[in-house]
């Protein structure tokens, strides 16, 4: 990989007082990522129970042992409980990626020809991933899509809780079984990540590791720096 | 054809295992036999169905729980709009009959009698005369076509007429700055709402069903429906009407529901 790695930073946005170095993963946000997980298996074990009490495809009922929650009231109570926590630290990461710029420097740009580059490489079993510090183009779609899931799942579920109170916003989806349908989709489709991302995490320990320990550290400015130039090779794709 | 060598499988380590582990723990393995694991299994179950008494119901759990769920009646009551009104439908659109849903089954419905009926009022209420079914059916009539939302998750539209609550609550003398109107119905099912609710403009003692008198399964002769408010807050076959401002758990609140259930 010809990627340049954050090390390789220009020497003005280098650091002008002594700070701790930051690190790959900061503090604020391993504490939010694990927060999110507990929060993430709350919701969606109560929301299967919820779920179950009329189902949206027939085939489909969760087992017992899988939910959260024995009867109907107890998965209830455990959504709205950990709707507050996904909700507030949600919240509180889209404010943390904006404000530090986490989000431009790791998730952005994503472009065409590296998507097409890291799927051929991934389907090649040529995916390399030594720089932990930097996304390919379809982990940067993961992750931007997965935030953007998680969003909608907060909308839908508004929209589920108070269509009435808010029935400007439940009129956008026309219908309240449309507002459940899309509902339970988000929660496919977060399932689905968290698979991936579980099963991936696991194959490269030490991304594991770094969302623990927080990884190795970063020389130069912390997540503020500059975006990191593309994967693909080709000279014309950098700034 | 030449047979290629096969890539090594992707989830296969590089160097091979050492088949030395095998060899130390020879024993073990040849220990685990058929009936071990069957019994190792049964045992995992029974844990499991142990576990299965749902840490929900731990009572250090439940209060936490109940408690968010207290807490967010507090935030549903501040995030109501008192005037706000629901989506109304069309004819067209009713479904016929409604939903039936009780805590027993339909078969079980005890229907009451509209002759010998009366509404009973208490509390807070200045003229508690009891009323007949045929004085609340000679009241004015609001028509509601507005969804029902269950919280189990289905929901359908149906079209309800009946005297508007607040009106009623006014033409009684109810002190209308009172925190509760509760209900006590036929079955002794209980069911309280907040009073912006009960004055909201879309609250009524529903009489009809699409025109006719409500059928005895969906609530002759009186129930209430709101369209703020979850399916099974909306009480059935009511027999009195408590004004109040004293707080008390409902039929499905005791159970763990959420009091306040708006939508």
């Known amino acids: 990989m010809s990627t340049p790695s954050v090390k390789s930073l220009t020497p003005e946005i280098a650091p002008r007082r002594a700070r701790k170095p930051a690190r790959l993963h900061p503090l604020p946000l391993r504490i ?39 009867w109907a009231q107890y998965g209830l109570q455990w959504h709205f409980f950990g709707m507050w926590i996904f909700g507030l630290n949600g919240i509180a990461y889209l404010a943390y990626g904006v404000a530090t710029g986490r989000f431009r420097q790791k998730l952005f740009p994503i472009r065409l020809r590296e998507i097409f ?25 993961l992750y931007l899509g997965v935030i953007l899931v998680g969003i909608l799942i907060v909308i839908t579920g508004l929209c589920l809780w108070k269509p009435v109170q808010f029935s400007e916003l439940a009129a956008v989806f026309h219908g309240f079984q449309v507002i459940r349908i899309i509902h339970f989709l988000c929660m496919a489709a977060i399932v689905a990540f968290i698979l ?10 030490q991304s594991f590791v770094a969302m623990i320990t927080g990884g190795p550290t970063m020389r130069g400015a912390p997540a503020l720096a500059a975006a990191p130039a593309p994967v693909a090779p080709t000279p014309d794709s950098s700034q | 054809m030449a047979i290629r060598p096969r890539k090594p499988p992707l989830f296969r380590p590089k160097k091979p295992i050492g088949r030395s582990v095998l060899k130390e723990h020879r024993k073990l393995i040849e220990a685990i036999d058929r009936r071990g694991v069957l019994r190792g299994t049964l045992s995992l179950g029974a844990l499991a ?6 840490v929900s119901e731990e009572p250090a759990v439940q209060s936490t729980l109940r408690a968010v769920s207290a807490w967010n009646d507090g935030v549903q009551s501040a995030l109501f709009r008192k005037v706000h009104l629901a989506p109304t439908f069309s004819p067209s659109q ?5 939903r039936f849903n009780a805590y027993y089954d339909i078969e079980n419905v005890r229907p009451v009698d509209g002759g010998s009926w009366q509404l009973e009022l208490a509390g807070r ?18 028509e509601l076509i507005i969804r029902h939302i269950c919280v189990e998750g289905w929901d359908y539209i149906g079209q309800w007429s009946g005297p508007n609550l607040r009106a009623f609550l006014e033409r009684v003398g109810a002190d209308l700055s009172a925190k509760y109107v509760y209900f006590i119905c036929n079955d002794d099912y209980t069911e309280s709402i ?51 401002n004293d707080f008390r758990e409902t039929f499905w609140s005791k159970q763990g529901f959420n009091w306040f259930a708006g939508i």
């Open chain 1, 32 to 70: 939010m990522h694990w927060i999110n997980a507990i929060a993430i298996f709350i919701m969606i074990g109560s929301g299967w129970k919820i779920y179950n009490d009329d189902v949206i495809l027939g085939w489909l009922h969760f087992p017992d042992w899988i939910v959260i929650g024995k």
């Open chain 1, 117 to 141: 580059a890291t799927v051929g490489d991934a389907l090649r079993f040529r995916l390399t991933h030594d720089d932990l510090a930097v996304y390919n183009a379809v982990q940067k779609i």
């Open chain 1, 196 to 205: 991936v991302h579980v099963t991936l995490a696991l194959l490269v320990p």
């Open chain 2, 49 to 54: 169905l142990l576990t299965g008494c749902d």
């Open chain 2, 94 to 98: 009713v479904v016929k009959p409604p």
């Open chain 2, 125 to 142: 209420i200045a003229d508690k005369r009891p009323w007949t079914a045929r004085q609340i059916y000679r009241l004015p009539e609001q």
């Open chain 2, 194 to 244: 907040d009073m912006a609710c009960a004055l909201h403009p879309q609250t009524i003692l529903a009489t009809k069903y699409a025109g006719a008198p409500i059928a005895d399964p969906f609530g002759y002769p009186l129930r209430l429906r709101t369209s703020t408010k979850l399916g099974y807050k909306n009480a059935k076959w009511i027999r009195t009407i408590e004004v109040t």
